[in-house]
């Protein structure tokens, strides 16, 4: 069983800031990518940010330079901190995971639960 635990969503005004956090935990050999994603209402799914186990970023343009991920191997968790939070910002974000289980030869997509961010004032 594997799991992924997100936290750290709310309420903040323009301008603020928030920091969520996503745990892996279970019974899994490796993790690779480790990833952010964010809905919108009546809006797709979009990557917002990605980090590989060797610590490679990446991040859709529109939030470069205010958001920043990071990731500890060792307790398979990473962060998302986003400064300069603008109301176009809220959505649900979802932290999503490529694992790799024992006596298993391929990567596997898992999603925690989701946690709601809302920009406004």
């Known amino acids: 069983q594997v799991q992924l635990v997100e936290s750290g969503g709310g309420l903040v005004q323009p301008g603020g800031s928030l920091r969520l956090s996503c745990a892996a935990s279970g019974n899994f050999f490796s993790i690779a990518t480790m990833n952010w994603y964010r809905q919108a209402p009546g809006k797709q799914r979009e990557l917002v940010a990605g980090?590989?186990?060797?610590?490679?970023?990446n991040y859709v343009d529109s939030v470069k330079g205010r958001f920043t991920i990071s990731r500890d191997n060792a307790k398979n968790t990473i962060w998302l901190q986003m400064n300069s939070l603008k109301p176009e910002d809220t959505a649900v974000y979802y932290c999503n995971c490529a694992i790799k289980r024992y006596f298993s030869n391929t990567y596997s997509d898992y999603w925690g639960q989701g946690t709601q961010v809302t920009v406004s004032s």
């Open positions: 980090i590989t186990s060797d610590g490679t970023t």
